[in-house]
């Protein structure tokens, strides 16, 4: 049977973009001061989760909700389960939007929104792959269960709670990455630094804060300063302003009396890849560290000037190298410091190779740093890295599919990301950016090219085919 997947698509179109900006249209933040017993992770991922899985029942599948962590969606029958996986929950939007980020825009031929492409546009481009294999009635030999998760971007604990509960896939990829496929994905682990609260200096730094997640490039930072006089508080504004000026950064300084509010801005960028942002706490700690500070707060302005524009872990004496898997990276995500409250600390989030492991990190950071600080929080659950051979079926099948749509050669990746298909010992990640494709994760101004869109609901409905007929 020869089956004109792209007719199929185009066909569908209009409501394949018809369900994508109902669901953008749903603030799916993680917020953990609004849980309660049927929104585990606040009402924003809940409700994503239960629009998308109302889709599942509007068009006629089999649909279970596992009590608003996750759920699935589900076709056929057959002794293995195909899973594809996707997730409703997105990082927070942050400032810098030229629109609202959760009233979508299209404009040159894309659509601009908070999740359009990580990963509500992958998500629904896959899921119009499974409706369309269902509306022509294929003949498919396997279970295919579209997974839908609500807590990709935090602690994952929505998986954690569906496999509780569900049966795990044989096999299968999750659409939240890139073609033409990644069959790698580096171990994810933070290790945060924690620092005394106290002050000493004729500098005394109030507070310290950035960062919205550990997999987020912190775009702003402010700080409260307390300086000796009003003229050291005029002469600290200028000696920012000159500052932002010489880096590339903005931000304003403003005088109250003795104080100094502060705010620099940089840019974000999704935390696997911290290269591609710039770091406004490292800034901002470099700028203060001119000044004289002491006790905890001049450790903690040290600690963040040090690791300054590292993002290979090189200062930490945490950096590795593998030669299939590539470098450790390390996002510096979240940095908080109070004057007087317990609980000073930064977050160092670190996507790494084989051949080390978080002791190693840990241990290495403990010898660079560990004058300044208390102690070493090292995140206990974590993933380790991941690995699916390119002779496996799933891999040659994918990889068959995508050469055959866009005619060119497939070939490896290995990413610092993580994604669900990770939680399959034959499981990957496929789609949905295309090679060359511009990377709005986790940044302002996210947005999905619409051919890219319609290319991967192509893509998508072709693999789950061949995958599960």
């Known amino acids: 049977m020869t089956i004109n997947w792209q007719q199929e698509v185009e066909s569908r179109k209009d409501d394949l973009l018809n369900d994508l900006i109902e669901l953008l249209k749903v603030k799916s933040e993680r917020e953990d001061d609004k849980i309660t017993a049927d929104a585990p992770f606040g009402p924003g991922p809940r409700d994503a989760l239960l629009h998308m899985l109302a889709y599942g029942e509007r068009d006629g599948f089999i649909v279970k909700n596992v009590d608003n962590y ?4 589900e076709y056929g029958e057959g002794d293995e389960i195909l899973g594809i996986f996707g997730h409703m929950d997105v990082v927070p939007a942050g400032d810098g939007w030229d629109t609202d980020p959760y009233v979508p825009v299209i404009k040159d031929n894309k659509i601009y929104a908070r999740g359009s492409s990580d990963d509500k546009g992958p998500s629904m481009a896959a899921y119009y792959g499974l409706k369309i294999i269902k509306e022509l009635g294929l003949p498919v030999s396997k279970k295919i269960r579209f997974v839908v998760g609500s807590d990709e971007e935090s602690t994952w604990k929505d998986m954690d709670y569906y496999f509780e509960h569900e049966a795990m896939p044989d096999f299968g990829f ?8 990644i069959n790698g994905e580096k171990g994810n682990v933070s290790i945060a630094p924690y620092f005394e609260s106290t002050n000493g200096g004729t500098y005394e730094l109030i507070n310290f804060k950035a960062g ?7 775009q702003d930072a402010i700080a409260t300063i307390v300086t000796p006089s009003n003229e050291a508080a005029n002469a600290l504004k200028t000696a920012f302003d000159a500052y932002v000026k010489e880096n590339p950064i903005s931000g304003t300084a403003d005088v109250d009396a003795a104080n100094v509010n502060i705010k620099l801005i940089g840019k974000s960028a999704h935390g696997a890849n911290p290269q591609s942002g710039i770091n406004a706490a490292t800034y901002l700690a470099v700028f203060l560290e001119d000044f004289d500070f002491a006790g905890g707060a001049k450790n903690f302005i040290a600690t963040a000037s040090h690791i300054h524009l590292d ?7 945490a950096a590795h190298n593998d030669e299939k898997m590539g470098k450790l990276t390390m996002n510096a995500g979240l940095f908080e410091f109070i004057a007087g409250e317990e609980g000073a600390y930064i977050n160092f989030n670190f996507r790494y190779p084989q051949g080390t492991d978080k002791e190693t ?3 290495a950071i403990e010898q660079s740093i560990g004058q300044y600080v208390t102690k070493l929080d090292v995140q206990e659950k974590h993933s380790g890295p991941h ?6 079926p799933l891999v040659s099948t994918l990889l068959a599919v995508y050469e055959e749509h866009t005619g060119e050669k497939g070939y490896e990746q290995i990413i610092g990301g993580g994604t669900y298909g990770r939680l399959l010992k034959r499981g990957v990640a496929f789609g ?15 947005f999905m090219s619409l051919d ?6 192509v893509i998508y409905a072709d693999a789950i085919y061949r995958l599960a007929k």
């Not at 996750?70 to 969606?73: D, M, R, S």
């Not at 999750?174 to 496929?181: L, S, W």
């Not at 690995?387 to 496996?392: A, G, L």
């Open 311 to 317: 993002v290979y872990g090189e200062k930490l004496g």
């Open 387 to 392: 690995y699916v051979p390119m002779e496996d």
């Open 432 to 446: 949905a950016m295309f090679p060359g494709f511009t990377d709005t994760m986790h940044q302002a101004n996210e």
């Open 174 to 181: 999750a659409p939240d990455a890139e073609f033409p496929i």
């Open 452 to 457: 890219d869109l319609f290319r991967a609901a």
């Open 361 to 363: 990190m840990a241990a």
């Open 70 to 73: 996750a759920g699935h969606i």
């Open 212 to 218: 919205l997640r550990p997999n987020m490039v912190p």
